[in-house]
Nanobody, 124 residues
Framework: QVQLVESGGGSVQPGGSLRLSCAAS?????MTWFRQAPGKEREGVAG????????SYGDSVKGRFTVSHNSANNTVFLQMDSLKPEDTAIYYC????????????????????WGQGTQVTVSS
């Protein structure tokens, strides 16, 4: 098991930026951000393999969001730019501690370790 603590959510106007952080209690293999809007399924936003820093993004955020990490303290970041109202959701950090195929990095069922979630609201 690994504990995940998220921070950095809030409210912003369309076109604005926010930066989320997720601190893990120990080593992780994949660290990935998901989001869930009211009435919608949880979707993969951006994931990262901590061994090489290789990243993967959901189609709806490509070119606007950037995932990065600090391996020294097991922390992953999500820089969100050019935010849109449809980005409004609860954002969750998730992590694996063992090998998983790359194709599964944005799949919800890949993960057993989840943070508590942080609200992001984009509204004028």
């Amino acid at each position: 098991q690994v504990q995940l603590v998220e921070s950095g959510g809030g409210s912003v106007q369309p076109g604005g930026s926010l930066r989320l952080s997720c601190a893990a209690s120990r080593y992780t293999y994949f660290m990935t951000w998901f989001r869930q809007a009211p009435g919608k399924e949880r979707e993969g936003v951006a994931g990262l393999y901590t061994g090489t820093g290789r990243t993967s993004y959901g189609d709806s955020v490509k070119g606007r969001f950037t995932v990065s990490h600090n391996s020294a303290n097991n922390t992953v970041f999500l820089q969100m730019d050019s935010l849109k109202p449809e980005d409004t959701a609860i954002y969750y950090c998730a992590a694996t501690t063992q090998y998983r195929p790359w194709s599964e990095i944005l799949v919800v069922t890949t993960y057993k370790n989840w943070g508590q979630g942080t609200q992001v609201t984009v509204s004028s």
